[in-house]
């Protein structure tokens, strides 16, 4: 959206021109990383794709099509994630939300996809510990409760540390 902001900083600009900027470049713009933008691509996604698509659908309606959540119950009622979509998880308080999401970030990033986590309650930081401590199944809240850590939880954070390194988190 570079040129609909640029142009939104002159006093001189046209609130049209500056809408129809931005519109252009969400429908046929291209991502950070050159690509097309999800909506662009799936505008230009032909007939015959989408028609292969609605096929394979009807022929299996029970398989899952978007990205797993490792909950075979979630999956099979969700059908999956599906990319380009945003999802909302809303609850009371301290029922364990972040969590939840937190697993589910950690789920989509082992099937080779990019998460995307929106809080206000955390930075990036406390939410990559947080994931860290759950992939090497240690519990961080008994840890700083109990104010010690045993020699195997060191190590097994550390490994964790380094299989996430080579995920798109």
Do not use: C
């Not at 309606?61 to 969700?78: F, H, N, Q, V």
């Not at 308080?93 to 937190?102: I, P, Q, Y």
């Not at 401590?133 to 008994?142: L, N, Q, S, Y």
């Amino acid at each position: 959206l570079s040129r609909g902001i640029t142009d939104l900083m002159r006093p001189d600009t046209e609130p049209n021109s500056v809408s129809a900027n931005v519109v252009e470049e969400l429908l046929l713009g291209e991502g950070l990383d050159g690509s097309l933008t999800k909506l662009a691509n799936d505008i230009l996604t032909g007939p015959d794709q989408l028609a292969a698509e609605i096929i394979a659908r009807l022929d299996d309606p029970t398989a899952i099509y978007g990205i797993r959540t490792g909950w075979k119950m979630m999956d099979e009622s969700l059908g999956g994630f599906e990319d380009g979509r945003t999802y909302t998880f809303l609850a009371a308080t301290s029922v364990g939300k972040s969590w939840f999401v937190h697993w589910l970030a950690l789920m989509i990033a082992k099937q080779g996809n990019r998460p995307f986590i929106f809080s206000t309650e955390m930075g990036r930081k406390e939410v990559l510990m947080r994931i860290a401590f759950m992939e090497a199944g240690v519990d961080w809240f008994k840890i700083r409760k109990a104010k010690y850590t045993e020699a195997d939880q060191r190590e097994r954070v550390m490994d964790a540390m380094d299989r996430l390194a080579k995920l798109p988190i």
